[in-house]
């Protein structure tokens, strides 16, 4: 087995040990494997390993990678942010997003999405706790918004996506995430009779240094990097 899958199976162990400390299957968790800025070898060693959801950031770095692995049955989740001249890309080359955060830009990848291709899976990118140097709707905007795109062709909501600021313990980490964990339910429940809603299924937060604490809050989705892929090379190129 290369590093990588030896990684590989050390995170899915701690999501099993979190899964039974808190009282989940473990087929509840999803594993989403951070591959920006490694090149398609890297994504290469870790499907071997069997892992097929991977995240990418910058987007021509992307839609080169994904274009080099096309002979792989593989899931590609945008990660990172969308601008509105590059948001084609994410429409034509990405299984979902998860930084949507204002209508204007979920009309445009509905209007961008190839009706030959599955409708876009979306997350609404939440800040949580009003971290100042991230993105994101504040949790009084979501549920609105969630309806809107609820209802958009090409595009099927999924859930929501967090990034909160690094807190300095478990119990300060687990107390953020149960809110986002609470947000979610408020709104799959405020949606519940829209049929937009009806797959309004995920809770994409928690990474390499606090996956714990979010599968414990309810996380559906972990996004882990450096634990799988190592210390980062720089990006080759913005976007």
């Known amino acids: 087995m290369t590093t990588i899958g030896n990684d590989l199976q050390g995170v ?11 009282g989940r299957d473990i087929g509840s968790v999803s594993l989403l494997a951070v591959s920006k800025t490694f ?14 959801a991977f995240g990418e950031n910058y987007l021509q770095e992307a839609v080169e990678k994904i274009a080099a692995l096309r002979d792989l049955p593989l899931t590609w989740h945008c990660i990172g942010p969308i601008q509105s001249n590059k948001s084609r890309l994410v429409a034509e080359h990405f299984d979902w997003a998860h930084t949507v955060a204002s209508l ?16 876009l899976q979306i997350c609404l990118q939440v800040n949580i706790d009003g971290g100042p140097n991230k993105s ?3 949790p009084e905007e979501v549920q609105a918004l969630a ?5 958009l062709p090409r595009l099927q909501l999924r859930g929501l996506m967090t990034i909160p600021e690094p807190q300095p313990d478990f119990a300060s980490a687990l ?3 149960q809110r986002s ?18 797959r309004f299924d995920t809770l994409s937060m928690g990474m390499t240094g606090d996956l714990e604490a979010a599968i414990l809050a309810g996380s559906t989705m972990v996004r882990v990097g450096s634990a799988i892929f190592g210390g980062r090379p720089p990006a080759r190129r913005p976007g």
């Not at 090149?39 to 097929?52: F, H, L, S």
């Not at 309806?147 to 209802?151: E, F, N, P, S, T």
């Open 147 to 151: 309806l809107q795109v609820a209802r």
């Open 104 to 119: 204007r830009l979920a009309q445009r990848l509905s209007d961008q999405r190839s009706p030959a291709l599955p409708p």
């Open 181 to 198: 964990r609470a947000l979610f339910d408020t709104v799959a429940a405020a949606g519940g009779g829209d049929p937009g809603m009806a």
């Open 12 to 22: 899915r162990e701690r999501i099993a040990t979190a899964c039974a400390q808190a």
């Open 175 to 177: 107390a953020v995430h």
């Open 39 to 52: 090149d398609a070898g890297a994504v290469r060693e870790a499907y071997a390993a069997g892992q097929t």
């Open 136 to 138: 994101g709707l504040a």
